[in-house]
């Protein structure tokens, strides 16, 4: 900025004279233009940071997509899917240890529905089941 300006009159005619800047005047133009310097220094590290913060997102984006084709490629399963099966198998293995106890009562019983005697033939101890009927392993 240029220092203060006077106007001179000398006879008939006006001149304008520029005055020495003083010594406050220097400090300001140097601040000034220090100001100048931070100013784009701090742009510059405005825009450092709106860069780096895209290539994050972007490196992020990548990786994600990577991962998830690594994952399809084990053919997990997903844990509500999981959960669901473990439920229902568990709702089984209940279902068939109930329907065993039925089969056991019912060829204890001959078919019927009378709880079997639990003595052997000869009446002198516990009934003895041979563990492959019909003679076959």
Do not use: C, H, W
């Not at 300001?28 to 233009?33: L, P, R, T, V, Y």
């Amino acid at each position: 900025m240029p220092g203060p300006v006077a106007l001179v009159k000398r006879r008939a005619a006006s001149y304008i004279v520029r005055q020495q800047p003083t010594m406050a005047q220097k400090d300001f133009d140097m601040a000034e233009g220090s100001n100048r310097i931070f100013d784009d220094f701090g742009r510059l590290m405005n825009d450092a940071a709106a860069m780096a913060d895209g290539v994050r997102r972007e490196a992020e984006t990548a990786f994600k997509g990577q991962m998830e084709r690594f994952v399809n490629d084990l053919e997990l399963v997903k844990r509500e899917d999981f959960e669901a099966l473990r439920d229902l198998v568990s709702v089984q293995g209940e279902e068939i240890e109930a329907l065993r106890r039925e089969i056991e009562t019912l060829k204890g019983n001959g078919g019927t529905t009378e709880p079997a005697p639990n003595v052997n033939e000869e009446g002198d101890g516990p009934q003895k089941t041979d563990p492959f009927p019909g003679g076959s392993y």
